[in-house]
């Protein structure tokens, strides 16, 4: 018989290492602190990591810098840095009230075509797990259950719609990083949220990043052109309307606007290679995931050309896809152009119907 005393299990320490939960409603003029079990729930790692996860990892997230003496990041540090109980909730209740204090501003914008922000509660969390330690600060929409043995109205963590934005910031031998990464439902990133809030700039502005993106995936699918030219300028148009009639760019709009259900006409071709290699490029921060289209400097490669017999050119200033078609009519090749304009400069050919 084995008498030897078995192992002894030492429970793991929670990564959550500071965590403050506040209702923001534009109605009151305090944020509420949440001292429910919200904050103890079960699920509050996983949900925190979860959050963390997708703020880093998502197509759509985009990268802000601290302003310069950013008061946000001087709270925010405090908080990270202090032993001191006190001192740290009342960094986490400044945090709160500037939330609260921007919203009511920045509600007055968008009420009127909006219906106004939406309600919610700010997450304030130190995270530190053995990858990582860092901030997390994110808007819920807590979802309201009722409890099946008290028949009471509870709230509990949202589920992925619930989480409004999220911000990271990595921390790394005690220092708070310049470096902010944001995600917000609304797929834009809201000024309120990454300007006015976090005093955060994009790292990268909309004009660098329309052009960045517009090179890079055009590069995804050019290699096509040799093994289906028709393929390819379907695809190039794609994206073209995508940029000239869109102002907000993410990463899941292009990828449906450029592949969508598109069929090809080369059924060899792989339309989930481009779609991951876009992906990637994201990973690999040649472009945001999300950013205001600025087109001024890719306007130019809008333009498409057509080189036909003797020296005739159709030039297109954006796309042509549904305007331009090739038939064949008494075994000759022929262009088909629909229009409304130019029409009276041609004659009529006589085709029997």
């Known amino acids: 018989m084995n008498n030897q005393a078995p192992l002894s299990v030492v429970p793991l320490p929670s990564p959550v290492k500071k965590v403050y939960v506040y209702d923001i409603d534009i109605s009151n003029t305090e944020p509420e602190a949440i001292t429910t079990s919200i904050t103890s729930e079960k699920g509050l790692n996983d949900f925190l990591i979860q959050i963390s996860q997708n703020t880093l990892t998502d197509s759509n997230h985009k990268t802000f810098l601290f302003e310069e003496n950013s008061q946000t990041k001087i709270v925010l540090d405090n908080l990270i840095k202090t032993d001191n109980l006190n001192t740290s909730e009342e960094c986490s209740l400044k945090l709160a009230q500037k939330l609260l204090a921007v919203e009511k501003k920045a509600n007055t914008k968008v009420q009127n075509f909006q219906g106004g922000l939406k309600k919610g509660a700010i997450v304030i969390c130190h995270f530190k797990s053995t990858a990582r330690e860092c901030l997390i600060l994110s808007k819920l929409d807590f979802e309201s259950f009722i409890d099946r043995e008290t028949y009471t109205s509870k709230q509990g963590l949202p589920e992925k719609n619930g989480v409004l934005k999220s911000c990271v910031i990595n921390i790394t031998n005690d220092e708070l990083s310049d470096c902010v990464y944001l995600l917000d439902s609304n797929k834009t990133i809201a000024k309120y949220w990454s300007c006015d809030f976090l005093e955060a700039k994009p790292q990268v502005d909309d004009v660098v990043n329309t052009k960045n993106a517009f090179r ?138």
């Open 216 to 353: 890079e995936i055009s590069k995804t699918f050019r290699h096509i052109a040799t093994k289906s030219k028709v393929d390819y300028y379907r695809l190039k148009d794609n994206m073209i309307s995508y940029f000239s009639t869109n102002t907000c760019f993410t990463t899941t709009d292009l990828i449906k606007s450029l592949i969508g259900e598109y069929k090809p006409v080369n059924k060899d071709l792989n339309l989930e290679e481009i779609k991951d290699k876009i992906i990637k490029l994201v990973d690999e921060k040649k472009f945001d995931g999300t950013f205001t289209i600025d087109d001024r400097e890719i306007k130019s490669r809008y333009r498409q050309k057509i080189k036909l017999d003797d020296g005739i050119l159709i030039t297109a200033n954006t796309g042509f896809n549904e305007r331009i078609f090739k038939t064949e009519i008494n075994g000759e090749s022929y262009i088909l152009i629909r229009t409304d304009s130019g029409l009276d400069s041609v004659i009529s050919y006589p085709i029997e119907l």
